[in-house]
């Protein structure tokens, strides 16, 4: 390879369009140029969730404008472009259309190759663009909204599965808590403000498979137990549970967000201890928790292990992360990028089922 190879990202899976612009050197790791994101929240805040029909739709007003402001701001031209990535699963069939259908024409009228990529393999690597990029081999703590899983990391498209949720991700533990304290969608960062001014030791939150013997987790009991005790104070003061006094509401948060940190902290030090490796990544939405990061950092320091981040404006989805993965399994020879531009999405796709060497 000589000089640079420009990669242009597409990520469009769920209710944040992300374009983004990396450049693969011969050496070193890829470095991004610019990147620009979008997100739908406040559109979907209306309805409670995502919806993902009106998901599509913006994906596709948002974008065009987006990668034009992407190549302005870093200097560059459609036609300086050599690959064009895009989020070809998990996530919204038709959001993740909407990417790869972009994705596929742009690399079709320019002549340049495609590459579809794993939203979570993003996710994943996107601590290599912060200042401080872990080494090979690591333990991954994915935390996403839709995901939650251990994973031993050996290189680029080296994944092995040490455990996962057996029922809801901790990024909907966060959200349906949060939702069920009136904190709106998605909640995660509302119900970790609110938990700053609460008393973890408040209430009594179940830690589910807290000292099961493998790495798995399990969250969904975690939001019936919010639920009983909120509708029971609630009950208690003759309110609806979204008018309980702010410090009632606070306790509760913190209570909950200290139930799921915990579980997520000790399973993460049981991986690093049971693989014997030294070094920690935590990747996806729940990643950006303060307690979380604060709880591992400590521990982590006191065993001498090393752990690292995404960015904070990076561990939700975006595109850099997917121009980023790409650009690292080109670099890698993980994956060629195909000139064939007839694209599928894969809504549901394992990681583990992505392989070295599947082009
Ligand atoms: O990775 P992501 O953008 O989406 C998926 O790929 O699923 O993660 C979104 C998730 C949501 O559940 C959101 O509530 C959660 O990340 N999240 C947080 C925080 N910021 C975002 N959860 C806890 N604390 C936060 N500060
Ligand atoms: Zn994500």
């Known amino acids: 390879m000589n000089g640079e190879r420009l990669v242009l990202g597409f990520e469009s899976s769920c209710d944040e369009t992300g374009v983004a612009l990396v450049a693969l050197r011969d050496h070193g790791l890829p470095v991004l140029l610019a990147h620009a994101l979008y997100s739908q929240i406040e559109m979907h805040q209306a309805y409670g969730g995502v919806v993902p029909e009106l998901a599509s739709r913006d994906h596709i007003r948002r974008i065009l404008p987006l990668t034009d402001q992407v190549l302005q701001a870093s200097g560059r031209s459609t036609a300086a472009l050599d690959v064009v990535a895009f989020t070809r699963g998990p996530g919204l069939a038709g959001a993740l259309l909407v990417g790869a259908g972009v994705a596929c024409a742009l690399g079709a009228a320019l002549k340049r190759p495609v590459l579809g990529v794993h939203h979570l393999e993003g996710h994943l690597l996107s601590p290599f663009l912060s200042a401080d990029p872990p080494e090979f081999p690591f333990v991954a703590l994915l935390v996403s909204g839709g995901h939650t899983q251990l994973m031993r990391v050996d290189g680029v498209g080296r994944y092995t599965l040490l455990g996962e949720t057996i029922d809801d991700a901790a990024g909907e533990a966060f959200d349906k808590s949060a939702k069920l304290l009136g904190l709106g969608y998605p909640g995660g960062a509302a119900l970790s403000a609110l938990a700053a001014s609460g008393d973890p030791a408040s209430h009594k939150m179940p830690r589910p498979l807290l000292h099961s013997a493998n790495l798995d987790f399990s969250f969904s009991g ?131 089922e992505i392989q070295v060497t599947e082009c």
Not at 301 to 320: F, I, K, S, W
């Open 222 to 352: 975690l939001k019936t137990a919010v639920m009983l005790r909120a509708r029971k104070l609630a009950l208690e003061r003759d309110c609806a549970v979204g008018d309980l006094p702010q410090p009632i509401l606070a306790d509760l948060a913190a209570s909950t967000q200290s139930a799921i940190v915990e579980v997520l902290v000790s399973k993460a030090l049981a991986a690093l201890a049971g693989t014997g490796l030294k070094r920690l990544v935590v990747a996806g939405g729940v990643g950006a928790n303060r307690l979380l990061r604060e709880q591992l950092n400590v521990e982590c320091a006191r065993r001498q292990m090393r752990v690292h981040y995404p960015e904070l404006g990076l561990c939700t989805d975006n595109g850099a992360m997917i121009a980023m993965a790409a650009a690292m399994r080109l670099q890698s020879n993980a994956q060629s990028a195909s000139t064939i531009y007839a694209f599928d999405v894969k809504p549901r796709w394992p990681l583990t």
